[in-house]
């Protein structure tokens, strides 16, 4: 839900519209993951290419992009706050998948 989503210390990408804060060429933390545009900066979440992709929850919150083609896009059209993020869905895995 929304509320569990936005808990601090929550793996899970927060729901909600979020704009655009700003772009880096990659993570200091992992330079595999490039292409940076960030939308809650100060929890340290952005959408990135990362070159795999599993098909579990492997990041504190951000969004994992398989293609850097749709990276570099993202990055090149987006404008700090006026592009707007939009987080919604359901997780489906089962819920020990995040301890």
Not at 24 to 50: C, E, K
Not at 58 to 65: E, P, W
Not at 83 to 97: C, E, F, L, R, Y
Request: aromatic fraction near 10%; hydrophobic fraction near 30%; proline fraction near 5%.
């Amino acid at each position: 839900d929304e509320t569990t989503s936005r808990r601090s210390g929550s793996k899970c990408t927060p729901k909600g519209t979020y704009p655009v804060q700003g772009f880096q060429r990659r993570l200091n933390s992992d330079s595999r993951a490039t292409y940076v545009t960030w939308f809650m900066q100060r929890r340290g979440i952005a959408l990135h290419y990362f070159p795999s992709v599993p098909d579990y929850a492997a990041s504190h919150g951000c969004v994992r992009l398989e293609s850097e083609h749709v990276a570099r896009l993202i990055q090149d059209n987006a404008r700090v706050d006026e592009t707007q993020v939009v987080v919604s869905g359901t997780w489906t895995k089962p819920s020990k998948q995040w301890s």
